[in-house]
């Protein structure tokens, strides 16, 4: 059984940072490409970053310079260092392998003074 574990949201002031984690079981968590993604109430869910099995990373143009994807899998668990927030950052934020479609309960990140 696929378990997907996020945590580390909560509430931050604009240009704040939050490290996001996500523990896995049930898969080979080393042979796959791991991704974070986002939703806000409305819109589709947004693919934030990956990184594959050898720890190539790619983030999308909105994120990109402020959030930094890792990985440890001695732990099966990504990472998702987040700097420099902005209140449109705002969202309930999952993690996944890429490849597969199991979700976990997300964690809630909000940016706001």
């Known amino acids: 059984q696929v378990q997907l574990v996020e945590s580390g949201g909560g509430l931050v002031q604009p240009g704040g940072s939050l490290r996001l984690s996500c523990a896995s079981s049930?898969?080979?968590?080393?042979?796959?490409?791991m991704g974070w993604y986002r939703q806000t109430p409305g819109k589709q869910r947004e693919l934030v970053a990956t990184?594959?099995?050898?720890?190539?990373?790619n983030y999308a143009d909105s994120v990109k310079g402020r959030f930094t994807i890792s990985r440890d899998s001695a732990k099966n668990t990504v990472y998702l260092q987040m700097n420099n927030l902005k209140p449109e950052d705002t969202a309930a934020y999952y993690c996944?392998?890429?490849?597969?479609?199991?979700w976990g309960q997300g964690t809630q990140v909000t940016v706001s003074s």
């Open positions: 990184i594959t099995f050898s720890g190539i990373t």
């Open positions: 049930g898969i080979i968590f080393s042979t796959y490409t």
């Open positions: 996944k392998p890429t490849a597969l479609n199991y």
